[in-house]
């Protein structure tokens, strides 16, 4: 596998392979990156850095629990569609502004065949047409669990209660807020591809500025 150079930083220190002794941080570091360091020479095959793996590896448990997470959700015990639950995982990775969960499930939408159009009009869905009647419930429902905190309108969740059945928008809540959960992790720690400054900064003034009016 040929490795991109990485610049990215999170903010929290990396377990080096040398320190990792929990069962759960060998096997995934085995998985992930071979007989690497991940720390020092990072990549995954997917073209991630791979540092969200090395962070959460400061306590094993945690990252434990993560991982459970997504064999909960990529279980063939799911009764959601996966081309819905990955329309919601990637629609909360762009509401949080996460690059990082955004960017991993559009590419998991392209491996299960959604086509390029459809990933690309995940940002602005609501004026797209390229959605079906479940598939804009389901995105709908997403921005109020993801821009509302969960307040969600009867209208929406009656819409959506009208394509789905009770377990499976249960799986849908949990799978969509957990991933809200990883977005603003991957956020507030800077891993992955959400290592960026903050975009809101002054502006510093120069001579083009003068005479501007406000």
Known sequence: MKRRLFDTVPRLRQVPRSEAKAPIVTTMYDLLFGDRDPVSEPGTADGTPGNWWTVFSLVPDVLEHAVQGFRLYRSPKRLLSPVLRELAQARVGWVAGSQFVFSQHCKSLRRIGVSEDRIAAVANWAVASCFDEPERAVLAYTDCLAFDHGRVPD????????????????????????????????????????????????????????????
């Open 155 to 214: 209208g929406v969740f009656a819409a959506l209660h009208t394509h789905l059945s009770d377990e499976q928008i249960l799986e849908l809540t949990y799978i969509t807020t957990l991933y809200l959960h990883h977005a603003v992790m991957s956020r507030a720690l800077r891993t992955e591809f959400d290592d960026r400054p903050d975009p809101v900064q002054e502006v510093p003034a120069d001579g083009s500025e003068r005479g501007s009016r406000p």
